[in-house]
T-cell receptor
């Protein structure tokens, strides 16, 4: 089954404690992306990756890091989480940059206290 | 500036009636794509329909159709014969070129409630 998986699905953590949200896809997609969703703001892109070792900033990259060492994985790293990073996070992948078929992961709900 | 605007934070519709969710966009890129996604209370993002900027005909997918008016820069979603399961948040999104990659810009969303 074609899918994008994210782990963990739910996380409550404290300010400053480094965390990683994993994202993996099994469709051999080149393009992967991270979004955060906040009420009244829709989804905003954090980072994206065109392929292995190729990443770039989206609209709201501050406080986040990513890496793309393998085609299937695109982890999101919060080196020092802060309460304003409390949000719902989505990973997504697609065959190419045209995004005709962008598959979303199930989401990770992060709370930073 | 590239932007998507959904002006209806919430809407109600009676079951079996049709409903239109509004979406306007702004871009100077001649090549773009418009998407609608559904997000039920469970949280996942479900792709509904896509319209390319060069497509001559309005896109349709089952009970969903996209009313694309290029001159007005609008891409409204029409749901015919609403069902209780259509109650969800709906997002309009636009694919734009971004450096050498594409990205989706999302609107704020419209929460649709279907009444029995």
């Amino acid at each position: 089954e074609a899918q994008v998986t994210q782990n963990p699905r739910y996380l409550i953590t404290v300010t400053g404690k480094k965390l990683t949200v994993t994202c993996s896809q099994n469709m051999n997609h080149e393009y992967m992306s991270w979004y955060r969703q906040d009420p009244g703001l829709g989804l905003r892109q954090i980072y994206y990756s065109m392929n292995v070792e190729v990443t770039d900033k989206g609209d709201v990259p501050e406080g986040y890091k990513v890496s793309r060492k393998e085609k299937r994985n695109f982890p999101l790293i919060l080196e020092s989480p802060s309460p304003n990073q409390t949000s719902l996070y989505f990973c997504a992948s697609s065959v190419g940059q045209h995004l005709y078929e962008q598959y979303f992961g199930p989401g990770t709900r992060l709370t930073v206290t | 500036a590239q932007k998507i605007t959904q002006t209806q934070p919430g809407m109600f519709v009676q079951e079996k009636e049709a409903v239109t969710l509004d979406c306007t966009y702004d871009t100077s890129d001649p090549s773009y794509g418009l998407f609608w996604y559904k997000q039920p209370s469970s949280g996942e993002m479900i792709f509904l329909i896509y319209q390319g900027s060069y497509d001559q005909q309005n896109a349709t997918e089952g009970r969903y159709s996209l009313n694309f008016q290029k001159a007005r820069k609008s891409a409204n979603l029409v749901i015919s014969a609403s069902q209780l399961g259509d109650s969800a948040m709906y997002f309009c999104a636009m694919r734009v070129s971004y450096n050498q990659g594409g990205k989706l810009i999302f609107g704020q969303g419209t929460e649709l409630s279907v009444k029995p």
